[in-house]
């Protein structure tokens, strides 16, 4: 099994422009998950889904948009990037509805927006 | 709603020393606590997690956590550093049933260099 995999691992954007992160797993996990990493303030989530065709804000959800069409996938979208989204993304899954369930990392995206 | 606080955003120990990472917690619900590692360059990996009963959790690589529900408190141990050790942990409570789902509120990381 590859776990959660996510492409591309690195990236560089001009303000303004466009992209897609995608995430994987082949756990046949329910839930997914979209983590923003910065300095000093842990991980902060973007976006979730509880299921295939199914997505949710999370805390900072402002200039992110999400689409979970298959229940392996689920893409992170920036319509207009700007400097502030300057971050590590992390991508998440974990089986059940359980607070108790573990949730496994996929290694990470940098992007960094000029 | 959950939070996490870890005290110190670097500690630096000794090869063989004692390792003490501190973790403070607040929760309106009965606490899931997790703590994770990420090594350089990597995503974050469990390490253990404490849910229901023993108190004393014993996780991968030797490390081991006390929940300690009048403290408030999840602190990460290990008896002898290894250099392997380096990296950075965070500790997370799961905000369950709450507003997002399951998410984890994780707190801001805490560096560990172990010294030769």
């Known amino acids: 099994n590859a776990g959660v995999t996510q492409t591309p691992k690195f990236r560089v954007l001009k303000t303004g422009q466009s992209m897609t992160l995608l995430c994987a797993q082949d756990?046949?996990?329910?839930?997914m998950y979209w983590y923003r990493q910065d300095p000093g303030m842990g991980l902060r989530l973007i976006h979730y889904s509880v299921g295939e065709g199914t997505t949710a804000k999370g805390e900072v959800p402002d200039g992110y948009n999400v689409s979970r069409l298959k229940k392996q996938n689920f893409l992170l979208g920036l319509e207009s990037a700007a400097p502030s989204q300057t971050s590590v993304y992390f991508c998440?899954?974990?089986?059940?509805?359980?607070?108790?369930?573990?949730?496994?990392f996929g290694p990470g995206t940098r992007l960094t927006v000029l | 709603a959950q939070s996490v606080t870890q005290l110190g955003s670097h500690v630096s120990v000794s090869e063989g020393a004692l390792v003490l990472l501190r973790c403070n917690y607040s929760s309106s619900v009965p606490p899931y606590l997790f703590w994770y590692v990420q090594y350089p360059n990597q995503g974050l990996q469990l390490l253990l997690k404490y849910t229901t009963g023993a108190t004393l959790v014993k996780g991968i690589n030797g490390f081991e956590a006390e929940f300690k529900k009048s403290e408030t408190s999840f602190h990460l141990t290990k008896p002898s550093a290894h250099m392997s050790d380096a990296a950075e942990y965070f500790c997370a409570v799961s905000a369950y049933g709450g507003e997002y789902g399951n998410k984890l509120v994780f707190g801001a990381g805490t560096i560990l260099r172990v010294k030769s």
């Open positions: 998440a899954s974990s089986y059940g509805t359980g607070g108790t369930d573990t949730q496994y």
């Open positions: 756990m046949n996990h329910e839930y």
